[in-house]
């Protein structure tokens, strides 16, 4: 069973080989959610995520004999570099079987940190299966991802520093297979029973509320998800009992508010997170957290994400705030009708982002132009004085959603 002292030694084991995380202050949530909002800078730890905290802790409880035979894990992203760091800071030999799918940066920044990695499976629990096959077979130690009381003693040190700092109301955690959650509840507790626990999952991954409604361990339903952080099939046996005793409430959340809520972080706080970090902003942004005139600590878990998917979203979310639209003509092909059009736009305070020709597109007729506008606009207004300026040019046009 876990102990309040294990968390304390815990952090005195981390002190000196991982950061101590901020927890910052928003002025700009605080009014906008009538509470008193902090954030717990997770993206701000070493390798990215808090991952290299439960990490280093197993990492320090392993026998000279575990170190030498090595380790192995399974992990789609942050647990894989957590191990890694952790496998270089104690001199041990790691593999780390990630999905074939893995992007390049992530298996990239395994490697940087010494790990060797194995891509095999289509999934998170192919790749989990065959890591512990392997384990028995080159009797390496498998390292869980979460479903392990010393990698949740790790993450608890989370929960023992937003007490120290702030003493929160509430503290909003992202749940994957609940070893964050399990840890910081736990440590919160210990030092403050009434202080409320939140934990939040992607309506498209939530196998740990399904499993607290139904009363036992089930999967979740879909996984079609971009929080693949928290993406997990099923919650570990542990992290299920320690959920279902410390945790107050579990929420879920759209993958299109935690596309939302990752946006403003940037652009509101400059802060960046992946889309597993930003589900508890998420849920403030759709109500499901309902509360005023409190102290609200939301852990941000990480900060490792697919640049290419995070210009999906600035693009989506400009789009979403009617900042960003795309306008389609298909025209007679005739000298000087692109030029009118971009006079027109220009007058009306917008820019144009992006522009492009298609006169061989199959859908334009001979003798016809496909021109589509990607077009950037201060605000709603804009585009009325816009659109104002394309009907007086008497051009047919399509808005491209």
């Known amino acids: 069973m876990l102990k309040y002292d294990d968390i304390v030694d815990a952090e005195k084991i981390i002190v000196e080989k991982l950061h101590r995380t901020p927890v910052f202050h928003s002025k700009?949530?605080?009014?906008m959610f009538s509470n008193?909002?902090?954030?717990?800078?997770?993206?701000?730890?070493?390798?990215?995520?808090?991952?290299?905290?439960?990490?280093?802790?197993k990492f320090s409880k392993l026998s000279n004999e575990e170190k030498f035979q090595g380790v192995i894990t399974a992990s789609a992203g942050n647990h894989a570099q957590g191990v890694a760091f952790a496998a270089s800071y104690y001199n041990v030999n790691a593999k780390i079987v990630m999905p074939e799918n893995t992007p390049p940066a992530k298996v990239n920044a395994v490697q940087f940190y010494g790990g060797t990695v194995i891509?095999?499976?289509?999934?998170?629990?192919?790749?989990?299966?065959?890591?512990?096959?392997?384990?028995?077979?080159?009797?390496?130690?498998?390292?869980?991802?979460?479903?392990?009381?010393?990698?949740?003693?790790?993450?608890?040190?989370?929960?023992?520093?937003?007490?120290?700092?702030?003493?929160?109301?509430?503290?909003?955690?992202p749940i994957g297979g609940g070893g964050l959650?399990?840890?910081i509840s736990f440590a919160a507790k210990s030092i403050k029973k009434d202080v409320r626990i939140?934990?939040?999952?992607?309506?498209?991954?939530?196998?740990?509320?399904?499993?607290?409604?139904?009363?036992?361990?089930?999967?979740y339903t879909s996984n079609d998800t971009i929080a693949d952080g928290i993406a997990v099939k099923y919650p570990g046996n542990i992290t299920y009992e320690m959920v279902k005793r410390y945790v107050d409430d579990i929420v879920t959340v759209t993958d299109e508010n935690i596309a939302y809520a990752l946006f403003k972080l940037l652009e509101r706080e400059k802060i960046l997170v992946e889309p597993s970090g930003a589900t508890g902003l998420a849920a403030m942004m759709e109500n499901k957290i309902n509360v005023s005139h409190k102290k609200i600590?939301?852990?941000?878990?990480?900060?490792?994400?697919n640049f290419l998917l995070l210009s999906n979203i600035i693009y989506k979310s400009l789009e979403m705030e009617d900042k960003l639209l795309r306008i389609e003509f298909n025209l007679p092909d005739h000298p000087g009708t692109m030029i009118k059009i971009v006079n027109a736009i220009s007058k009306s305070g917008a820019n144009i982002y992006h522009a492009e020709v298609d006169n061989l597109n199959k859908n334009t007729p001979i003798g016809y132009q496909n021109l589509?506008?990607?077009?950037?606009?201060?605000?709603?207004?804009?585009?009325?004085k816009l659109l104002k300026n394309l009907d007086e040019l008497g051009y047919k046009y399509n808005i491209v959603n």
């Open 297 to 305: 600590a939301i852990v941000l878990s990480g900060g490792n994400i």
């Open 181 to 183: 959650i399990s840890g």
């Open 28 to 31: 700009t949530f605080s009014d």
């Open 198 to 219: 939140i934990g939040v999952e992607s309506e498209k991954a939530n196998s740990m509320e399904l499993s607290i409604k139904n009363g036992r361990i089930v999967p």
């Open 372 to 384: 589509l506008f990607t077009v950037n606009v201060l605000d709603k207004s804009r585009i009325n």
């Open 36 to 57: 008193d909002i902090y954030f717990k800078m997770e993206n701000f730890q070493k390798t990215g995520s808090f991952k290299s905290r439960g990490a280093i802790i």
């Open 119 to 173: 891509l095999k499976g289509n999934s998170y629990d192919e790749s989990h299966e065959y890591a512990v096959k392997l384990s028995v077979r080159e009797k390496r130690t498998f390292i869980e991802a979460y479903n392990d009381y010393d990698v949740i003693t790790g993450q608890g040190t989370i929960g023992l520093e937003i007490m120290e700092d702030i003493n929160p109301d509430i503290i909003i955690v």
